[in-house]
Nanobody, 121 residues
Framework: QVQLVDSGGGSVQAGGSLRLTCTSSGAIEHDYCMGWFRQAPGKEREGVAA?????RYADSVKGRFTISKDNAKNSLYLQMNSLKPEDTAMYYCAAAFFCVDGLGQYEYKYWGQGTQVTVSS
């Protein structure tokens, strides 16, 4: 049974930073493909970053966001720098036994409950 718990969201001004954490049981320790997604009101859920041996990022966050994981702590992170108002969304971590694209939501079976990120201008 895989369980994911997201945390670390909050409200920041544009240009600020946040670090999201996803605490996992049953996923990271078994080398699942892990990803971060976000969904803004009225928009579809989009892939932000994934890690599965290598890393992959959406073009909109390249150079600003960094995905990483700590196997010893069973934790996944998303360091978000130079935040913009358009980064405002609910952010979710996700786990998949295997992924190819990494940024496609339909590859993932397990999801965290989400953590809200709000960036003001």
């Amino acid at each position: 049974q895989v369980q994911l718990v997201d945390s670390g969201g909050g409200s920041v001004q544009a240009g600020g930073s946040l670090r999201l954490t996803c605490t996992s049981s049953g996923a990271i320790e078994h080398d699942y493909c892990m990803g971060w997604f976000r969904q803004a009101p009225g928009k579809e859920r989009e892939g932000v970053a994934a890690i599965y041996g290598s890393t992959r990022y959406a073009d909109s966050v390249k150079g600003r966001f960094t995905i990483s994981k700590d196997n010893a702590k069973n934790s996944l992170y998303l360091q978000m720098n130079s935040l913009k108002p358009e980064d405002t969304a609910m952010y979710y971590c996700a786990a998949a036994f295997f992924c190819v694209d990494g940024l496609g939501q339909y590859e993932y079976k397990y999801w965290g409950q989400g953590t809200q990120v709000t960036v003001s201008s």
